[in-house]
Antibody, heavy 124, light 107 residues
Framework: QITLKESGPTLVKPTETLTLTCTFS??????????VGWIRQPPGKALEWLAL???????RYSPSLQTRLTITRDTSKNQVVLTVTNVDPVDTATYYC????????????????WGQGTLVTVSS | EIVLTQSPDFQSVTPKEKVTITCRAS??????LHWYQQRPDQSPKLVIK???QSISGVPSRFSGSGSGTDFTLTINSLEAEDAATYYC?????????FGQGTKVEIK
């Protein structure tokens, strides 16, 4: 059974760094063509693609947020971590991690499984 | 960055009616277009991948079509449990992008 679960702070102050962890089970991030991504959704708004880390360690970021995002993995712990620096109230959102099981070379892949999401509020 | 535009933004539909949602890409994406259903207070769930591929466990009333820049999600004979917001997502380019969503309400 494949599961993903996001964890992290529920409240962060403006200018601080947000660190979110995705802990997964039922698959390995060492498996060829697998990737784990982060997507966020401000309250009442649409989904926004943030970042993706591939089975081989390659990474992709949203161009508009690239300077503030870092995605890393710990394959021994089955975790993927997203950091967002210098947060602002507009970063208030539910943050999801999601699994892509067959990501073709040169593409970003479909998200087959999603976590339950974690709501992060940025406020002083 | 590829922009996806969905229409309509909102649709109010009677049970058993057919629903059609379209997604237009700002440039050709082949068949790398996927559809997700997001029920209120739930995470998104994949319902169609690669434009027309069905997903195990998803009711057969959900179908998809299209290629290039124009895509359609069809829900035949709508049921109450289908009330949700539907998003298209393209995986052709880096980064991936999502449409703005289409909310389907049951009358």
């Amino acid at each position: 059974q494949i599961t993903l679960k996001e964890s992290g702070p529920t409240l962060v102050k403006p200018t601080e760094t947000l660190t979110l962890t995705c802990t997964f089970s039922g698959f390995s991030l060492r498996t060829t063509d697998v990737g784990v991504g982060w997507i966020r959704q401000p309250p009442g708004k649409a989904l926004e693609w943030l970042a993706l880390i591939y089975w081989d360690g390659d990474k992709r970021y949203s161009p508009s947020l690239q300077t503030r995002l870092t995605i890393t993995r710990d394959t021994s712990k089955n975790q993927v971590v997203l950091t967002v620096t210098n947060v602002d109230p507009v970063d208030t959102a539910t943050y999801y991690c999601a699994l892509g099981m067959e990501i073709p070379p040169g593409a970003t892949g479909v998200f087959d499984y999603w976590g339950q999401g974690t709501l992060v509020t940025v406020s002083s | 960055e590829i922009v996806l535009t969905q229409s309509p933004d909102f649709q109010s539909v009677t049970p058993k009616e057919k629903v059609t949602i379209t997604c237009r890409a700002s440039q050709s994406i082949g068949s790398r277009l996927h559809w997700y259903q997001q029920r209120p207070d739930q995470s998104p769930k994949l319902v169609i991948k690669y434009a027309s591929q069905s997903i195990s466990g998803v009711p057969s009333r959900f179908s998809g079509s299209g290629s290039g820049t124009d895509f359609t999600l069809t829900i035949n004979s709508l049921e109450a449990e289908d009330a949700a917001t539907y998003y298209c997502h393209q995986s052709s380019s880096k980064p991936g992008t999502f449409g703005q969503g289409t909310k389907v309400e049951i009358k």
